[in-house]
């Protein structure tokens, strides 16, 4: 698997599609520290850590409108391995008039747009939610 990210995102994306409650993706560090911002964010449930010795996944609870729509229905991965992208702190503004999030990698770890804008410090813009 070349990228990990947009494979955790794109599971996350096709469960709520099809109105699964739950989605088992891999563990390692980075998606469990972005499943934190997102759940944090209310984009998706709790999260919790199964299996035994290298065989450990996160099993994702997703999150539905009152109607069943997913509340995540778009996602755009923005910086790839072949071309990164990143951006200041000073252009920083509200992803789709506030109801968007985009996730950054920082010096200080990952966060939402929102969260680096308050902290004023940039990074690598990992993807886009809305």
Avoid at 46 to 71: A, M, Q, R, S
Avoid at 108 to 117: H, L, N, P, T, V
């Amino acid at each position: 698997m070349s990228d990990p990210i947009s494979d955790m995102m794109i599971r996350i994306k096709n469960a709520g599609a099809v109105q699964k409650p739950l989605v088992n993706v891999p563990l390692s560090r980075l998606k469990r520290e972005i499943l934190e911002v997102l759940q944090k964010e209310n984009f998706v449930g709790n999260f919790i850590e199964t299996g035994k010795g290298v065989h450990k996944n996160l099993e994702v609870i997703l999150k539905y409108t009152n109607d069943g729509t997913p509340l995540i229905n778009e996602l755009k991965r923005v910086s790839k391995s072949s071309c990164r992208v990143y951006i200041k702190s000073k252009d920083l503004h509200p992803f789709k008039k506030g109801f968007g999030l985009r996730l950054l990698s920082t010096p200080q770890g990952i966060m939402s747009d929102r969260d680096a804008k308050k902290l004023n410090i940039g990074g690598e813009v990992l993807f886009e939610i809305y």
